[in-house]
C-alpha cells in the first residue's frame, strides 16, 4: 500500500510557509501520497487582532525562518499586512479558500496553498479578504473554487468544518501541539515525522523518508 503523509498545516502559520520547498518536493516524490490537512490553528478562536506587540514578534520570528528555509518575507508584507491595524489575524478565510479547491480540483489544492502564501509573505496582500482569496485562485484558473468561495454553501461550510476536525483529531492522535506536523501512514499505522531537516533540508528530509521505505 502507497503510505500517505499527512500534511497538517495553517495558511498563516510562517513555519509552515517556510516548509514549502519540503512540500513541493514530497508532491514530487514517487510512491508518496500526500494529503493536506489544514488544522484552523489561528481561526474562529485562534484568531486575533494585529496589534504591535503581536506584529513585532511575528517579523522577529518571520526573519528567523527565512534565515533558516530561504523562503522571503518582503518589506511589503512587513509594511502592508503586519503594519494593518484593521486586519486580523485569522486564517478561517483563507482555510476555506482551500477547501473550495479541495472539493473542485484536489490536485491543485499544494498549488493554492503556495500561491495564497505568496500573496500574504511576498506581495504583501491581505489573504484574509475574500477578494483577495478569489483573486488568488483565479490567476491560478481555479474558477470553479473561486465562484464557490464567492458565494460559499453549506456542503463547502460543512466540508471545510470536516478537514479542521479531521486535522485537530489527528494532531490530539499523534501527541503533537502545534503546525507544521507530517504524520506519516503506512500499513495503517501513524508516525510523527522529525521535521528539523524539512526548513534547512528539504531534499534530504525527502530521501529520509523515501529511503526507509
Not at 503523509?5 to 520547498?21: E, K, N, R
Not at 503594519?83 to 484536489?106: I, K, Y
Not at 481555479?142 to 479542521?164: F, K, M, S
Amino acid at each position: 500500500m502507497t503510505p500517505t503523509l499527512h500534511y497538517i498545516f495553517d495558511p498563516l502559520c510562517g513555519w509552515c510557509y517556510g516548509a514549502g520547498p519540503a512540500l513541493a518536493a514530497l508532491a514530487a516524490a514517487p510512491g508518496i501520497t500526500v494529503r493536506l490537512q489544514p488544522s484552523g490553528l489561528f481561526s474562529e478562536a485562534g484568531a486575533r487582532p494585529m496589534d504591535d506587540h503581536f506584529a513585532t514578534y511575528a517579523w522577529s520570528n518571520d526573519q528567523r525562518i527565512e534565515r533558516l528555509t530561504g523562503q522571503p518575507f518582503s518589506a511589503r508584507y512587513r509594511d502592508q499586512v503586519l503594519a494593518d491595524r484593521q486586519q486580523r489575524f485569522d486564517s478561517g478565510p483563507a482555510t476555506l479558500a482551500l477547501t473550495a479547491v479541495a472539493l473542485a480540483a484536489p490536485q491543485r489544492e499544494a498549488d493554492a496553498l503556495k500561491a495564497i502564501q505568496h500573496a500574504r509573505y511576498v506581495e504583501g496582500r491581505d489573504i484574509t479578504s475574500t477578494e483577495t482569496l478569489v483573486g488568488v485562485l483565479q490567476s491560478l484558473g481555479l474558477d470553479d473554487a473561486a465562484t464557490r468561495l464567492q458565494q460559499p454553501d453549506i456542503a463547502l461550510l460543512t466540508a471545510n468544518q470536516q478537514r479542521v476536525s479531521q486535522a485537530q483529531a489527528l494532531l490530539r492522535q499523534a501527541g503533537a501541539g502545534g503546525v507544521p506536523t507530517f504524520v506519516l501512514e503506512r500499513d495503517g499505522q501513524r508516525q510523527v515525522l522529525h521535521s528539523g531537516t524539512a526548513f534547512s533540508d528539504p531534499q534530504g528530509f525527502v530521501a529520509q523518508l523515501t529511503s526507509s521505505r
